[in-house]
């Protein structure tokens, strides 16, 4: 598909197992972005791979959360030993790295996840 | 302490009723500012991009005007199509293109 593609929609897991989210970019855009959304809050930046850059970290939560890119292009969001606090919508997002480019964000529809 | 504040959380219109929301932000060196809509169960659309003071755009019912501590987005003769929750980012200059998001504002319009 032409847009940002995320799976699954829908994750529901026991505390204390390990989930992966991922992210399937627009094709050729060299950025790619992770960020969480709580009931009633905005988004919070999670994490961001430029191109062959190493990746900035600086919004992950704890050391239970990590995320790689393969390739430059798909990318997994995980998060081991989950906690009830995880529940969120992790939405990822890509964007060209062409100059002129208006800084917009394309985003996928999320995944929401449900720690019981 | 947050960089990017939106009023009003919340917000309903009768179809019609123009109305103005409010991004203020407190971060100097501001590369962008940007206005998102984002549906129920959907992920953030992008709208806008202002990048100066004085700076405006526009789009069908919608206007986004920048200064240098806040940007509004006009909503004139708003539809119940318009019902959505609008979210204001910034990204600094000199820094990495990682944009900080404000908690957004909850627009419904009445028909």
């Known amino acids: 598909g032409a847009g940002v593609s995320q799976s699954p929609s829908n994750k529901v897991t026991e505390k204390g197992k390990d989930v992966e989210l991922r992210c399937d970019p627009i094709s050729g855009h060299t950025a790619l972005y992770w960020y969480r959304q709580s009931l009633g809050q905005g988004l919070e930046f999670l994490i961001y791979?430029?191109?062959?850059?190493?990746?900035?970290k600086s919004g992950l939560p704890s050391d239970r959360f990590s995320a790689e890119r393969t390739g430059g292009s798909v990318s997994t969001l995980t998060i081991q030993r989950t906690q009830q606090e995880d529940s969120a919508v992790y939405l990822c997002?890509?964007?060209?790295?062409?100059?002129?480019?208006?800084?917009?964000?394309?985003f996928g529809e999320g995944s929401r996840l449900t720690v019981l | 302490e947050d960089q990017v504040t939106q009023s009003p959380e919340a917000l309903r219109l009768q179809e019609g009723e123009s109305s103005s929301l409010n991004c203020s932000y407190t971060v100097s060196g501001l590369r962008g500012l940007f206005w998102y809509r984002q549906d129920p169960g959907k992920g953030p659309e992008f709208l806008f991009t202002l990048y100066s003071a004085g700076e405006e755009k526009e789009k069908e019912r919608l206007k986004a005007t920048l200064t240098k501590k806040e940007s509004f987005l006009h909503i004139t003769a708003p539809k119940p199509e318009d019902s959505a929750t609008y979210l204001c980012a910034v990204q600094l200059s000199g820094g990495s293109y990682i944009p900080t998001f404000g908690r957004g504002t909850s627009l419904i319009v009445h028909p």
């Open positions: 997002a890509s964007r060209s790295g062409l100059a002129g480019n208006t800084g917009e964000l394309f």
């Open positions: 791979f430029q191109g062959n850059s190493a990746p900035d």
